[in-house]
């Protein structure tokens, strides 16, 4: 039985979204669909995992209704365990920047201009002169990202207000925005508009597209998946790619993710299996975590 992993989003007005949201849980608990869709008044962003047929059936369901018939859909390879349940909730943003109602980006208003992965591979083999800001989280781009690209030191999206000044360097550059399938780099991208940024782009699709088309190329390392399989490969059949990430004890290079073993941390960080077994099993963050860790048990 093959199975499929379906990431996507869509701004687009949503007047009630409880509704949709038992909508939603309806239809994939129909379908035995899991995974995570957040549902908000400006849009919908989700994380699906089913059979190839469950999933084609969720598209065509979706393709029927108002404000989701053009959704650019993501699709790879599943194994049928990348989510434990399904879960569907409603909140204030379907990403958050916590910038407040008056301050929020509203990306159907402002945004960076689209750029196709296609033109960004024609953009690498012309020498164009532009400058990638990864905006993801940094455990993320730890195990990948584009060569020299920029990597903003956020814990998580709602930094990036923090990381502004850093960035202001940029401000009548060419920048090109990318995360994971895109979702995030429409906010960012218009905040930096917002802020000033002169000329400003976002990878059509996130990275996530761009290596479904040029799988090896520029992007350096693995992907960071918000799912069972913490990071994807460029080549799923081969599992070919260059190993960038490094163990945070020894620095030996590892894709290895542990969760800090303290229980009230749960800190995400590369650890490879050698440090994790001197530490019997379990991996933490620091000695705090460690001994905290030993005090609980």
Known sequence: MKYEILLYYKYTNIRNPEKCMFEQRALCEKLGLKGRIIVAHEGINGTLEGTVKSTRAYIRAMKKQRGFSNIHWKKSEGNGDAFPKLSVKVRSEIVSLHLGKKSDIDPKKITGIHLSPQTLRSWYEKGEKFTIIDMRNDYEHKVGAFAGSVCPPMKNFRD??????????????????????????????????????????????????????????????????????????????????????????????????????????????????????????????????????????
Not at 177 to 195: F, H, I, M, P, Q
Not at 222 to 238: E, I
Not at 266 to 293: I, P, Y
């Open 160 to 297: 990036l207000p923090k990381v502004l000044p850093e960035l202001k360097r940029f401000k009548n550059k060419k920048v090109l925005t990318v995360c994971t399938g895109g979702v995030r780099c429409e906010k960012a991208s218009g905040y930096l508009v917002k802020k000033g940024f002169k000329d400003v782009y976002q990878l059509d699709g996130g990275i996530v597209s761009y290596m479904e088309k040029y799988p090896g190329d520029d992007f350096k390392g693995s992907l960071y998946v918000f799912d069972g399989r913490v990071t994807m490969a460029f080549d799923p059949k081969t599992g070919k790619r260059e190993i960038i990430g490094k163990c945070e004890k020894c620095k030996t290079f590892t894709e290895n993710y542990e969760d800090c073993g303290n229980s009230f941390c749960h800190k995400q960080m590369l650890v490879c299996d050698t440090c994790v077994a001197k530490t019997g099993g379990k991996a933490f963050c620091s000695k705090r975590c460690m001994n905290k860790a030993k005090v609980n048990a």
